[in-house]
């Protein structure tokens, strides 16, 4: 019999506030002749912090905000959605990348991530942001007696 090991489920504070790299691998999508296939992602890779991160969850938390009164059918435009999400993960989370063809800089990042096209690019920072500061979870094995 297996028991889960609690200390596999608590989250590494250190990553979720500081950042790691965490390579997508692949990715759906992204070949519109097979669009549910997985494309793979050599050598990208994203340095972000966590989801989980306090000074972007309280953010986020305000940004939502501020978009619902913008918009009180609750429709919210890609573009401002882009911008907001953008915004945010600009400002919190991406802190590098690897595996472009562009060089991270702070200039392009904002250009970038704010852009209503790179929703894939978007998408992916906050894949990885929400991997971030996770463990693998780990089991023990227990003598079972009957």
């Not at 790179?118 to 979870?137: D, E, I, L, T, Y």
């Amino acid at each position: 019999m297996s028991i889960i090991k609690l200390a596999s489920l608590a989250a590494d504070l250190v990553k979720e506030r500081e950042g790691d790299w965490i390579e997508p691998k692949e990715w759906p999508g992204l070949n519109p002749d097979k669009p549910y296939e997985q494309v793979p992602l050599p050598g990208l890779a994203f340095l972000t912090r966590s989801i989980n991160y306090p000074p972007y969850a309280a953010a986020y938390q305000v940004e939502l905000e501020k978009l619902r009164q913008a918009f009180p059918s609750g429709t919210i435009p890609a573009d401002a959605q882009a911008k907001a999400e953008g915004k945010l993960a600009v400002e919190h989370l991406l802190l590098g990348w690897r595996g472009l063809d562009v060089p991270y800089s702070p200039e392009i990042v904002g250009s970038v991530l704010m852009a209503e096209e790179h929703r894939a690019v978007r998408a992916m920072v906050r894949w990885c942001a929400g991997v971030v500061g996770k463990r693998q979870v780990q089991f023990e094995e227990t003598a079972s007696g009957n």
